[in-house]
């Protein structure tokens, strides 16, 4: 089977890792613990099995499916639980990033005009006419974009790294929130209070809109 469906020619392996990722983050088409069926899912791509692997061999590496010898490859199946644990270590790492970023000083007049930037685009995206899967989508872009802007900031390369091992599962669990709660303009207007918080120098301020919007219930206090 020749590839020359409808991902056509350049990356091929990323365009269908694109694709497939984002039908696993929809939660539209793929269950969790959905069995992936190769030759279904590369005849319904118009791609051959080689591409499909590699871009599952992708997919594997991100935490969103899991191959399993002799079974097969499979959706990756969170949980709640899951999730929590997710946010709880994010939450963790962030309250040092934010710490930090205040008590050095380390963001400038540019930098917080920058993160009102991408939090405008947000709120332009809920007057937008986009379908609610796009909205979903793009919004979820620039929420991830916001925080990456601040972790970068901060310097602390190692607690960079560890957010960016759970990037794709930590994209999953805030896309799946922002779905559940439907309310994007409530996300939006949180991140000019987080913005306002690290302008004025108040860590307690800006972990509790931190705290608000990651939607961790179960963090009632900084767990210091």
């Not at 030759?39 to 599952?56: G, N, Q």
């Not at 644990?85 to 005009?113: G, H």
């Not at 919007?213 to 179960?218: A, S, T, Y």
Request: charge should be negative; hydrophobic fraction near 40%.
């Amino acid at each position: 089977m020749k590839d020359t469906g409808i991902f056509k020619n350049e990356s091929l392996r990323n365009r269908v890792a694109d694709h497939i990722r984002r039908e696993i983050l929809l939660g539209h088409r793929f269950k969790k613990g959905e069995h992936l069926r190769e030759v279904e899912l590369a005849k319904r791509l118009d791609i051959s099995r080689s591409t499909l692997r590699e871009a599952l061999k992708e997919l594997e590496a991100q935490g969103l499916v899991c191959t399993i010898p002799r079974k097969g490859t499979f959706i990756s199946d969170f949980d709640h639980e899951d999730f929590i644990e997710i946010y709880r270590l994010r939450y963790l790492l962030e309250t040092d990033i934010y710490r930090v970023l205040i008590e050095q000083n380390l963001l400038s007049e540019y930098d917080f005009k920058e993160l009102r930037k991408i939090i405008d685009q947000m709120v332009e995206i809920t007057d937008s006419d986009l379908s609610d899967q796009e909205m979903f989508i793009r919004f979820n872009d620039l929420d991830i974009a916001f925080h990456c802007y601040l972790w970068e900031r901060s310097g602390k390369k190692w607690f960079i790294q560890m957010l960016k091992n759970i990037f794709f599962q930590l994209r999953l669990a805030m896309l799946q929130d922002l779905i559940l709660e439907d309310n994007i303009e409530s996300s939006a207007s949180i991140h000019y209070q987080i913005v306002d918080a690290l302008e004025n120098g108040n860590l307690e301020e800006t972990m509790k809109a931190l705290r608000e919007h990651i939607l961790v219930q179960n963090i009632e206090e900084d767990p210091e």
